[in-house]
């Protein structure tokens, strides 16, 4: 199985403001994806990033307000921009195709 | 398109005694079923998948799931539960050929009393 960091593992941030969140893997992955998980509610997936293309958004997720970036097979990043306090959440990376394997999660808090 | 339904938010179960979470399962195909345990302020961890073969899949933690086509189901369960069991269990589905995202349930939260 992979290990999985995200940095950071929480942030506080104030409406208007954008925070990049990095996901780096102990291995070279194909597959990465980025999820989000609001507040008592399940995952919903956001975007799958493959190195060397450009990430593929699920309905409801648009490029400008959730750039990822994907510049290698071991890192990827996503940034949450001009944040609302609806976009409070936990993102999680994950990796992997039969079986996939998660971060630890960030917990971003919007004011 | 696939979906998975866990109908019950909280599961309530004494120490020792047997668990069962339940899912059930629409997709096209032959689905690929997994299940994930989520324990507070904690990232997923993966617990078992059904992608072929035996209906009956052992996963981490002393966890099984049976997988039913004709029910459309893939329940979790375990022959005794502990208190360290107590956390939030989510089903996920993939399609076959439809990419390798999940789709996820709502989720169920197990309670095991002492």
């Known amino acids: 199985s992979a290990v999985i960091s995200q940095k950071p593992s929480r942030d506080i941030c104030q409406r208007g403001t954008s925070l990049t969140i990095q996901c780096q893997v102990d291995?070279?992955?194909?597959?990465m994806f980025w999820y989000r998980q609001q507040p008592g509610q399940s995952l919903t997936l956001i975007a799958t990033?493959?190195?060397?293309?450009?990430?593929?958004?699920e309905s409801g997720f648009v490029i400008d307000k959730f750039p990822i970036s994907r510049p290698n097979l071991t890192f990827s990043t996503l940034t949450v921009s001009n944040m609302s306090p609806e976009d409070s959440s936990i993102y999680l990376c994950?990796?992997?195709?039969?079986?996939?394997?998660f971060g630890p999660g960030t917990r971003l808090t919007v004011l | 398109a696939q979906s998975v339904a866990q109908p019950e938010d909280q599961v309530n179960v004494a120490e020792g005694n047997p668990l069962t979470v339940k899912c059930t399962y629409s997709?096209?195909?032959?689905?690929?079923l997994f299940w994930y345990v989520q324990y507070p302020n904690r990232g997923l961890q993966f617990l078992l998948k059904?992608?072929?073969?035996?209906?009956l899949v052992k996963g981490s933690y002393g966890f099984e799931a049976e997988f039913n086509k004709s029910q459309t189901s893939f329940h979790l369960k375990k022959p005794s539960a502990l208190v360290s069991d107590s956390a939030l269990y989510f089903c996920?589905?993939?399609?076959?050929?439809?990419?390798?995202?999940?789709?996820f349930g709502k989720g169920t939260s197990l309670l095991v009393t002492p």
């Open positions: 994950s990796v992997g195709d039969y079986e996939q394997f």
């Open positions: 291995s070279q992955v194909t597959m």
């Open positions: 990033a493959n190195q060397g293309s450009e990430a593929t958004y």
């Open positions: 997709v096209s195909g032959n689905p690929y």
């Open positions: 059904y992608i072929t073969g035996d209906n």
């Open positions: 996920a589905v993939r399609a076959p050929r439809s990419g390798y995202a999940l789709n």
